[in-house]
């Protein structure tokens, strides 16, 4: 049996990756000032950037059902046998229903999951999906590989401001921030498919250490090795300064990827944005710290 791996284009996973693995993305679309584009083709999160700031209007949409059907009929085609479909949260996008009604007419047993986050929490369980696959894993071991990661996995996030998220209706329970939104500056997370509040404080740089610290709490707590990607929108140093930081703070010394968020969730989140991923390995225990003693080399 071959499976093959489909994900959308909001896991913002690396072209190389992308190409190393053989895995297929489907687009959302998102609309800058009444003209539609297609997400990694023809609009740059830069673009989409440059809009909010000039305050043009900023929509997205999802990949149609007859996009889906094509992308797995083509896969069928090249010789899949079966395909496993994972997708963005549910309760921020129509992604999955898209793909769902697809897979009802696929010709080959297609698997539709919903991630119930966005971004590389959701990339590295494509990831993990897509070596389970080419490991020669049946559809059931390759599903289980891609709910073990998303079951442990995680996004903190940092937002100069809350009124993008107000506008693309994105913002679920985080809404209770919007009176004190001129004081504070809002760490959020997703959880259970939606972004939820964690914390106030007063200034971005305060944000920035509590989300670091937080993420080597959730480390040290889960105790086994992770892999980290560091999200932004229109941020560059900040992004580079806080994965610079975890390559240090974090436990096992992982490697931290810094991947620009792309036009769509960009659309909803607004520049200056700054997002850190954390998926978990299930199975590889984190390394035993040095004592002082090996530290010092006595």
Do not use: C, N, W
């Not at 990607?229 to 975890?246: E, F, G, K, N, T």
């Amino acid at each position: 049996m071959t499976t093959r791996i489909v994900t959308d284009s909001t896991a913002y996973l690396p072209g190389e990756v992308l190409e190393e693995h053989g895995i297929e993305v489907v687009p959302l679309h998102v609309v800058v000032g009444g003209r539609d584009h297609v997400e990694g083709r023809d609009v740059s999160a830069e673009r989409v950037a440059a809009a909010l700031r000039e305050y043009t209007i900023v929509t997205t949409s999802r990949p149609t059902p007859q996009v889906f059907a094509e992308t797995y009929q083509r896969l069928a085609d090249e010789g899949a046998t079966a395909i496993v479909s994972i997708h963005l949260s549910s309760q921020m996008s129509g992604t999955v229903e898209a793909a769902r009604l697809a897979a009802a007419e696929a010709p080959v047993p297609v698997e539709v999951v919903d991630s119930e986050t966005i971004g590389m929490a959701m990339g590295f369980a494509v990831v993990a999906a897509a070596e389970a696959a080419a490991g020669g894993a049946d559809v059931t071991a390759i599903l289980d590989a891609v709910r073990s990661r998303l079951q442990s996995s995680g996004v903190l996030f940092y937002v100069d401001t809350l009124e993008h998220l107000r506008r693309g209706g994105r913002i679920g329970a985080a809404s209770a921030l919007l009176g004190s939104a001129l004081a504070i500056k809002p760490i959020l997370a997703v959880r259970g498919g939606r972004i939820v509040p964690v914390e106030k404080v007063r200034t971005s740089a305060r944000a920035v250490a509590r989300i670091e610290a937080m993420v080597v709490e959730q480390v040290e707590q889960g105790g086994l090795a992770v892999d980290i990607a560091v999200h932004h929108l229109d941020a560059p140093v900040r992004a580079d300064q806080i994965a610079s930081q975890l390559r240090t703070m974090v436990p096992g010394s992982p490697t931290v990827l810094v991947v620009e968020l792309g036009a769509v969730v960009g659309a909803h989140v607004g520049p200056g944005t700054v997002a850190i991923a954390v998926s978990p390995r299930p199975g590889d225990p984190l390394p035993d710290r040095p004592s002082p003693g090996e530290v010092s080399g006595s």
